[in-house]
């Protein structure tokens, strides 16, 4: 009784006590915030786990690198046109005249304490940051993630993708060295191919003729600022969508479109996702120390008479130099004025080569007709012409690029430069056909294979010997879980503008639209784009009795 009424009289004490430092902050900013209520509803939010989830994350590391080693660069960098002559450590350069811009360039990268260094990551961590976007991107395009309800987060990535190659291209000339004023020329013909403004442009955004005395001062703030801000605001806007919207998924045994199967965003999310941008910084790191890219001062300073030597843009530009590099030279004079299709031509296409990829979700929903929430996942095979074009889309990616470095592989390869022209002409046009077709046979042959284990098994590699001398192998029967994720896909019938004559005899009117969209479904998700998946009724005749 004793111990009992002690015990009572103790908690009134506890109740009492006044709360401690830390608590206050807490119910101070909750209830300011509403901090409690937010994280009590998503800190335990699930997220799945695949290694392919870590793709976008690679982009987001690398992009805070980015922003991290980019202010470290602003403090010393001085993007001035003013000339000087240059009177510092690399010997080499000395008493040669150069602007202001490229010799604060070499004092980053000799003279300031690790500045060489953050030069260094902070490429790499440029190149990082758009092949990742780019990688990323084509696991959401080949599983199928940009469907309902993540079409507008689709548009953020491929805006990013577009505003990464920019800040890239702003970035990659300020420290107006050779290569990069070489890449600027480059630019400001591909602008003045430009039909009846073309000139007006040039002169507006360099200030005058090329080169202008204010250009670099006019790309600093849009590269570390403009650009950039925005792309946090993007970022930002992602990761929200991202929170907001369920996880994509994977098929897989207790997954499906309204449930997730994953761990905890706190605390197991949280530490691996902190671990991992550790290891991205530090990779990036270790490239920037052993790894030299461009080293400016192997250039020299930029001079309008002259051209580097194999001058080649970044990998992420190269494509777009290789239009305009294998196209032929056309020119057309007309009414006193100029047109440069052989430039305008590939200059056009180059955006537009990216804006097929860009507006692809909501083309495809289009001939779909699907209005409903897809969280699960595609598997690549089952949607055999989606990852078809995919495919075609990368092979005509990777001509253009050699074309973007015709002199780069004559001379490495012992070629001839106007052969690998010619082959870039005639890639362009067939080898993303060639791959279309070979990718999507390559995919229904994995259908069937799919097909087959999941009526015949798994191949064992056991032979055995039947009493009336026949040999055969044993096939292992696949698991509940294996067999759901190799049959859970929808295969439904593509759209159709039904019978031309309707009930009472009248011809129907059907639109142009409609009939090119029953077409393009049926192209696209017809029967001859995927293998009938096999029914219950056809398992249990293969798997009930006897059949070895």
Known sequence: MHGARSENAATPARRTAAPGKGERV??????????????????????PDHWSFMLGEVCLYSFLVLILTGVYLTLFFDPSTSEVVYNGSYEPLNGVLMTRAYESTLDISFEVRGGL?????????????????????MRIFFTGAFRKPRELNWVFGWTLLMLGIITGLTGYSLPDDLLSGTGLRFAHGAILSIPVVGTYV????????????????????????????????????????????????YPGPGRDEKTVVGMPFLPVYMAKAGGFFFLVFGVL??????ATVNPVWAF????????????????????SEGLIRVMPGWEINAWGHTLEPGVFIPFSLFPLILLAIGVYPFFEAWITGDRREHHILDRPRNMPVRTGLGAAWLSLYVVLLI????DIVATHLHLSINVITWFVRIGVFVVPVVTFMVTKRICLGLQRRDRDKVL?????????????????????????????????????????????????????????????????????????????????????????????
């Not at 902070?122 to 990688?135: C, D, I, P, R």
């Not at 790191?285 to 052993?290: F, L, V």
């Open 26 to 47: 807490a119910d101070w900013a909750d209830g300011r915030l509403g901090l409690y209520a937010l994280a009590k509803a998503n800190m335990r939010k699930v997220f």
């Open 117 to 137: 260094l953050i030069r260094q990551i902070h490429h790499w961590a440029a190149l990082v940051f758009v092949a990742g976007m780019l990688v990323h991107m």
């Open 202 to 249: 040039a002169f507006f955004l360099f200030g005058g003729e090329f080169p202008g005395e204010d250009f670099i001062a006019r790309l600093y703030p849009i590269h570390i600022l403009l650009l950039p801000g925005i792309m946090l605001a993007l970022v930002a806007a992602h990761l929200i969508l991202v929170f907001y919207h369920k996880h994509t998924q």
């Open 285 to 290: 790191a270790i490239m920037g120390g052993i």
């Open 300 to 319: 020299g300073p930029y001079r309008p008479d002259l051209v580097t030597t194999g001058a080649q843009p970044d990998w992420y530009l190269g494509f």
């Open 403 to 406: 074309g973007g470095g015709n």
């Open 456 to 548: 015949h098994g798994r191949e064992t590699g056991t032979i055995k010997r039947l009493p009336q001398g026949e040999y055969i192998e044993v096939h292992e029967q696949l698991s509940q879980a294996q067999l759901f994720t190799l049959t859970q896909h929808e295969q439904p019938p593509p759209y159709e503008t039904g019978p031309q004559v309707d009930a009472g005899g009248v011809r129907r009117r059907i639109k142009p639209s409609q009939r090119v969209r029953a077409r393009l479904a049926r192209a696209m998700f017809g029967p001859t784009t995927h293998i009938a998946k096999p029914t219950v009724e056809e398992y249990r005749e293969l798997t009930g009795g006897d059949h070895h």
